[in-house]
């Protein structure tokens, strides 16, 4: 390989030298900000200038935000700012918590809330079951000696990285009704369906879709936790005659269980958050069949005519005590898998 | 093909002249049947899309669909500006002729024989079955660009991805930086506060956000877009915890060299820190990228659209025009795919050891 350098090896270097110059020159130019204001603040309060641009955006659309969020759902009407909407303390909560029958969206003053908070509770349900269930085979079939791995990790990762609005095209693509898969139900002799006029059938393939989309991320964070068990472990089981059934349920389950609460918490965080690709695959339908509660809030702070900010804040502070509660759990545990979760 | 299939039914530690192979099991049939459906399930949707992106808007209205990409054939006839498309069809002594089509009428087509264009033939349109043959439909991607503003969703895009790529790393690593090389009154707050909002999406605070862009004046700006998503928590966290690992001799080094803490942080600290720096630019390309419901929300003029939102905008309308839809959905996830193709270990690796994730 050594010799003269090919063209592509000068451009490389050239590019490498280019990046350099404009890096060291963009640098120097904050420097004539930093440089005089080290003289001005000395060496240890730099640090206050050093975190200053990250903690201002942080302050201005994540802190300050966070806590507007609250005054916001205590107020009503259509107007965005706060010193003309008038203050109605808990009535948007009241609102939002009637019921005569919690049973039955429908009988509730906000039955789209509702409706919302029952498909999310059914669709984290069934995603996160299914979601551990398949990472986990997936991880453990990934694990075995096997040709190819890295390969075969990085198909089931592939999807993880597509954007939401593609996952849901490529999928709304094939469901519909003219769509490859009622051509291939037809080719086996059934009759075709209309998934997406169907609510049960419509959220069952919101749910495999999420599946199909993230499990990769999910398998890759249990593939790590797996090859992180000594295999002495499974050498003594060996010698001490298990069956492969045991060693799962009495080694690998065990040593398992810290990597697999934080798939479980992370899945439920994530799952309870879901909007993009559902929202583009179905649009909450039919009907309001797989509208989850992310897009409740949007729609009812930004997908109307007349907007209903208070409501769409009382309603995301809710969503907000739901998440701080699983963060909180996460955090608990977290402790303990340190190893697997930075 | 002995080979190929000696390389298929491979398995690990074991290789020609190793001894005799052991035999098949059915954990390792179940396992490699398992991994080909992977294959098929994970990639199959995509390839699916891919063809279909290359199909006319005829051959996608067809039921049910051709796995390839087919176009009918047309040739040139004497006295005719365009060309014609080509039929074969079935005559009266059961022979078969190739014949171009004029026009149809009703259930009668008026077919020409492209040798002898003068004899116009009257054919019913049963007798007459399409010639086709596998042809790339490239111009849906090229009237695509064309149409729908996809050049102006693809500019915006990329400053998007780019910008808050590089005001991310550079306020992130600034704020990493000072939380993780100095001791000030406040540090561990600072940093407990920005642990604590580590699981706070942007989704929860939609209406205040939105009204901080709108006091701005961010409203169909690409600022709007950049900048509340700039300061990830993810990130600084990420960073601190590398840059901790740095010895703090080297920065004295230098301070004895007589460097100002800004040449410090650029010439010393940001090279040592460039894996971290490479893994958290790579989360931010992919949640850039593919962020939906922010832009949506800040951009309501198409002129500002990222390629989400377009995209999200055309597969909307009423009369969904598949074939531009599908073409402009391969273009969007051609750049991540090739990011992917890439840095495919690297990103795989960073993911599993730092557990982070757009």
């Known amino acids: 390989m050594a010799g003269t350098p090919n063209a592509f090896q000068r451009a490389n270097a050239l590019v490498g030298r280019a990046t350099q110059r404009v890096y060291a020159l963009t640098m120097n130019a904050f420097g004539l900000v930093m440089e005089p204001a080290q003289k001005l603040l000395g060496v240890r309060r730099m640090a206050y200038l050093f975190v200053l641009p990250n903690l201002l955006v942080f302050g201005i659309f994540i802190l300050f935000p966070m806590l507007l969020n609250v005054?916001?759902?205590?107020?009503?009407?259509?107007?965005?700012?706060?010193?003309?909407?008038?203050?109605?303390?808990?009535?948007?909560?009241?609102?939002?918590?009637?019921?005569?029958?919690?049973?039955?969206?429908?009988?509730?003053?906000e039955d789209r809330f509702w409706r919302a908070a029952r498909n999310t509770g059914v669709f984290v349900f069934f995603q996160v079951s299914g979601m551990v269930l398949v990472s986990l085979i997936t991880s453990m079939v990934l694990n075995r000696k096997i040709v190819a791995r890295g390969f075969f990790r990085s198909v089931y990762f592939y999807p993880v990285l597509l954007s939401p609005v593609v996952v849901a095209l490529i999928w709304k693509w094939i469901l519909q009704r003219d769509g490859v898969l009622n051509a291939i139900l037809i080719a086996l002799g059934l009759d075709p369906i209309n998934f997406m006029?169907?609510?049960?059938?419509?959220?069952?393939?919101?749910?495999?879709?999420?599946?199909?989309?993230?499990?990769?991320?999910?398998?890759?964070?249990?593939?790590?936790?797996?090859?992180?068990?000594?295999?002495?472990?499974?050498?003594?089981?060996?010698?001490?005659?298990?069956?492969?059934?045991?060693?799962?349920?009495?080694?690998t389950l065990p040593l398992l269980m810290p990597t697999m609460m934080v798939v479980l918490v992370l899945s439920l965080i994530r799952a309870v958050q879901m909007f993009d690709e559902v929202f583009v695959l179905t649009g909450g339908?039919?009907?309001?069949?797989?509208?989850?509660?992310?897009?409740?809030?949007?729609?009812?702070?930004?997908?109307?005519q007349n907007p209903r900010f208070g409501m769409a804040a009382a309603a995301s502070v809710t969503l907000g005590a739901v998440l701080l509660v699983a963060t909180l759990i996460q955090l608990r545990l977290g402790q303990g898998s340190e190893r697997h979760l930075a | 093909m002995s080979a190929v299939a000696r390389f298929l039914t491979r398995r690990q530690h074991?290789?020609?002249?190793?001894?005799?192979?052991?035999?098949?099991?059915?954990?390792?049939?179940?396992?490699?049947?398992?991994?080909?459906?992977?294959?098929?399930?994970?990639?199959?949707?995509?390839?699916?899309?891919?063809?279909?992106?290359?199909?006319?808007?005829?051959?996608?209205?067809?039921?049910?669909?051709?796995?390839?990409p087919l176009a009918q054939d047309t040739a040139v006839v004497d006295g005719h500006p365009e060309p014609l498309p080509l039929f074969d069809v079935v005559q009266d002594d059961g022979s078969t002729v190739r014949l171009a089509q004029v026009r149809r009428i009703g259930l009668v087509a008026q077919m020409v024989d492209p040798v002898n264009p003068d004899e116009v033939l009257r054919v019913p349109i049963e007798r007459r079955t399409p010639v086709r043959n596998f042809r790339l439909a490239t111009e849906n991607y090229i009237e695509s660009f064309g149409r729908f503003n996809f050049a102006t969703y693809l500019r915006n895009s990329v400053i998007v991805t780019i910008g808050a790529t590089l005001i991310t790393l550079i306020i992130n690593s600034m704020a990493a930086f000072a939380l993780s090389k100095y001791r000030f009154r406040g540090r561990n707050a600072i940093f407990l506060v920005i642990i604590a909002t580590l699981m706070i999406p942007i989704s929860v605070i939609l209406v205040p956000v939105y009204l901080v862009i709108t006091q701005v004046g961010w409203i169909n700006s690409l600022w709007g877009v950049i900048i509340p998503g700039a300061a990830?928590?993810?990130?600084?966290?990420?960073?601190?915890?590398?840059?901790?690992?740095?010895?703090?001799?080297?920065?004295?080094s230098g301070r004895i060299d007589g460097a100002s803490e800004w040449r410090i942080y650029w010439q010393i600290v940001l090279p040592?820190?460039?894996?971290?720096?490479a893994v958290l630019a790579i989360f931010s390309v992919m949640w850039r990228w593919n962020d939906f419901l922010w832009p949506l929300i800040v951009l309501t003029r198409s002129e500002f659209f990222t390629l989400q939102v377009g995209l999200n905008?055309?597969?909307?309308?009423?009369?969904?025009?598949?074939?531009?839809?599908?073409?402009m959905t391969v273009l969007t996830l051609l750049p991540i795919t090739v990011v992917f193709s890439l840095l495919q270990r690297f990103i795989t690796t960073g993911i599993a050891s730092t557990g982070v994730k757009g």
């Open chain 1, 285 to 304: 339908g039919p009907g309001s069949a797989t509208m989850l509660m992310v897009q409740y809030i949007y729609m009812t702070g930004f997908g109307t």
């Open chain 2, 232 to 252: 990830t928590p993810t990130g600084v966290f990420l960073l601190r915890q590398y840059m901790l690992t740095i010895p703090d001799e080297l920065l004295d």
């Open chain 2, 313 to 327: 905008a055309f597969q909307g309308e009423l009369n969904v025009q598949w074939h531009y839809v599908l073409a």
């Open chain 2, 272 to 277: 040592l820190a460039a894996p971290a720096l």
């Open chain 1, 197 to 251: 006029l169907d609510g049960t059938w419509a959220m069952t393939w919101v749910i495999l879709v999420s599946i199909w989309a993230h499990m990769g991320f999910y398998t890759l964070i249990l593939l790590a936790g797996l090859q992180s068990i000594p295999n002495e472990l499974y050498d003594a089981g060996a010698i001490d005659g298990t069956s492969t059934l045991q060693a799962f349920r009495h080694i």
């Open chain 2, 14 to 68: 074991e290789g020609p002249g190793r001894g005799r192979a052991r035999r098949w099991s059915v954990a390792d049939v179940l396992t490699y049947g398992y991994l080909i459906a992977g294959v098929l399930v994970m990639f199959g949707p995509v390839a699916w899309l891919v063809l279909s992106s290359f199909k006319t808007q005829a051959n996608l209205l067809e039921f049910p669909p051709t796995l390839l």
């Open chain 1, 71 to 109: 005054y916001f759902a205590m107020t009503e009407g259509g107007n965005l700012f706060p010193q003309d909407r008038p203050f109605v303390g808990a009535a948007n909560f009241e609102r939002l918590y009637t019921c005569t029958d919690y049973g039955d969206p429908n009988t509730c003053l």
